[in-house]
């Protein structure tokens, strides 16, 4: 007698609704049982017993097809092109796979279909199935692996022994497991071994890296064979995608092959997916802009952001409305302040001026940024462009490096605050960056800091409007990005002095403790 499934569909309208669709589905049955006759008359039966030998059997044979021909028989499953590859890919006693698609290309269905293939091959291994979230595993996953338990029991082929809902597990026809977990309850299953895992959307976690390198911890059940499979939309060359795309590079060429087929990697699109309601895809492109578009229906790795300040743009950040010379009138007769921001390096300086409007508001209204010229030239250069604005600077921000231009800088404006990058906190670049970035793009309102238009316009060689548009984050060679900035001399200087100042004015509190706890583990 097939074991009866006993689960708790009360907690899953998914599953109750392919109960009530009894009627529909029991004609579909019908034809699929004419159509499993063969291989059900070779396995009913009979007795359990011989249906458990026949599935270690297949196990030990490493049999995937004919786990999935039972499993197309018994539910009408028809895998599409990149799904059947998915299913039949995979040698040797440790096989890693990578679905990496579009949004409704089919990973949880294939993924699921997966997970019965292992259960298939290996009736008394422990099987693990994780997702991002409770409810992802409760209302996507849970609800297709027990149609599919369902329909196969159906069939003739049980699987599924029972649910115990309270431990979000499924004991298995021969003795074996599966544990339904969200990513924040993969930690405690300290103890526990497993064949088989399966992370479903594994790139939208947090920490991707982390959450796949703890349940590869984990599996190391003495097994026909291990499998470990992560499905998702990619996020970039980053967690999961990065260990996969690393190890199928390491290799050396002979290796390769044989590498290959142990990490598996299939990319497939939304388009690759027959299945999908006919205006599923046109609905996605009305709502993606094109960069969405080609990561979550595409599938595409998409470089990340190289750019540091890739938010900066003319459009946005630049004052309009009057000239140099207009502005500077206008400060004066405001009665507005301004900081230095002074960056005084040895062949490369950069000084920022930045009007404080009301609001919080900067403005770098004018830059001096020339090469190799002689300290003595710029000091007289800055102290005659400070006169022009009929007052000394509020604040004068410098170097810390540079104990004789601090010195220069009190003789020259002794009524100014002459200042530097004091603590640890204010020294941290990434952070600095941070406050920077936010005033650019706040969340509500306008942006913070702007720049004079005549700043683009012909702007010197290590401008700061330039340096704002080609600041570089560091790449590993794989392709990762880093979160250290490129110093190439040219783009570094300018935005150095505006960091400090930014930091200095506006980076004080709570906000730069979160960023400094944020960035104090990034490399
Ligand atoms: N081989 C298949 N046969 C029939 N329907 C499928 C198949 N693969 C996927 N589907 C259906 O397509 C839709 C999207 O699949 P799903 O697995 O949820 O996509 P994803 O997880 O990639 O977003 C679901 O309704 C699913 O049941
Ligand atoms: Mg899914």
Not at 32 to 46: G, I, L, P, S
Request: hydrophobic share 40%; with cysteine.
């Amino acid at each position: 007698m097939a074991p009866r499934l006993k689960a708790g569909p009360q907690l899953i309208p998914e599953a109750l609704a392919s109960r009530k669709e009894r009627g529909k589905a029991d004609e579909k049955t019908v034809e699929q049982a004419k159509r499993v006759q063969v291989q059900a008359r070779r396995f009913q039966a009979v007795s359990p017993v011989s249906w458990v030998e026949a599935m270690r059997g297949m196990g030990h044979r490493h049999d995937r097809e004919s786990a999935l021909r039972i499993i197309g028989a018994a539910t009408g499953y028809t895998p599409h092109k990149k799904q059947l590859a998915l299913h039949l890919s995979g040698e040797g006693s440790s096989v890693q796979k990578f679905f990496c698609a579009g949004i409704g290309t089919g990973k949880s269905h294939a993924g699921i279909v997966e997970d019965i293939i292992c259960a298939l091959l290996m009736p008394g291994q422990r099987g693990l199935i994780v997702a991002p979230t409770y409810d992802q595993v409760l209302h996507v996953l849970l609800p297709k692996f027990l149609a599919l338990c369902e329909q196969l029991e159906q069939a003739g082929y049980p699987i599924l022994k029972r649910f115990r809902w309270s431990q979000m597990r499924a004991e298995l026809v021969g003795g074996g497991e599966v544990f339904f977990r969200s990513v924040s309850k993969v930690d405690n299953l300290l103890g526990f071994e497993f064949a088989w895992v399966h992370f479903d959307e594994s790139e939208t976690v947090l920490d991707p890296e982390r959450v796949w390198n703890t349940l590869k911890g984990r599996v190391r059940q003495a097994a026909p064979f291990r499998q470990m499979l992560a499905t998702s939309t990619p996020r970039g060359l980053r967690g999961v995608i990065a260990i996969f795309h690393h190890a199928r590079e390491a290799a050396n060429d002979n290796e390769r092959e044989d590498i290959r087929k142990q990490w598996v990697f299939i990319r497939a699109t939304s388009f690759d997916n027959p299945y999908l309601p006919d205006d599923y895809i046109p609905g996605l492109k009305r709502t993606y802009s094109k960069r969405a578009w080609d990561q979550e229906v595409m599938a595409k790795i998409l470089r990340p952001a190289t750019a540091v300040f890739e938010e900066f743009e003319r459009a946005k950040h630049s004052y309009r409305g009057t000239s140099r010379v207009g502005f500077i009138r206008e400060l004066i007769a405001r009665g507005v302040t301004y900081d230095l921001a002074y960056d005084a390096g040895d062949q490369f300086p950069h000084v920022l001026w930045i009007a404080n409007f009301a609001g919080d508001k900067s403005v770098i209204f004018d830059e001096l940024c020339p090469d190799g010229m002689t300290l003595d030239r710029l000091h007289a250069e800055v102290l005659a462009r400070c006169v022009a604005l009929k007052r000394a600077p509020d604040t004068i921000v410098c170097d810390r490096a540079r104990k004789d231009e601090i010195q220069w800088a009190h003789q020259a404006f002794p009524g100014s605050h002459v200042t530097r990058m004091n603590s640890r906190a204010e020294q941290l670049i990434a952070p600095g960056i941070e406050v920077v970035r936010n005033r650019l793009d706040p969340m509500m309102g306008d942006p913070l800091i702007l720049f004079g238009d005549w700043l683009f316009d012909s702007p010197p060689r290590r401008g700061i409007t330039r340096c704002m548009q080609n600041l570089r984050y560091q790449q590993r060679p794989d392709g990762t990005m880093t979160t250290l900035i490129i110093k190439d001399n040219i783009h570094d200087h300018g935005t150095d002095a505006l960091r400090m100042q930014q930091v200095k004015r506006f980076g004080s509190g709570g906000m730069m403790q979160m960023l400094t706890a944020r960035y104090s583990h990034a490399a």
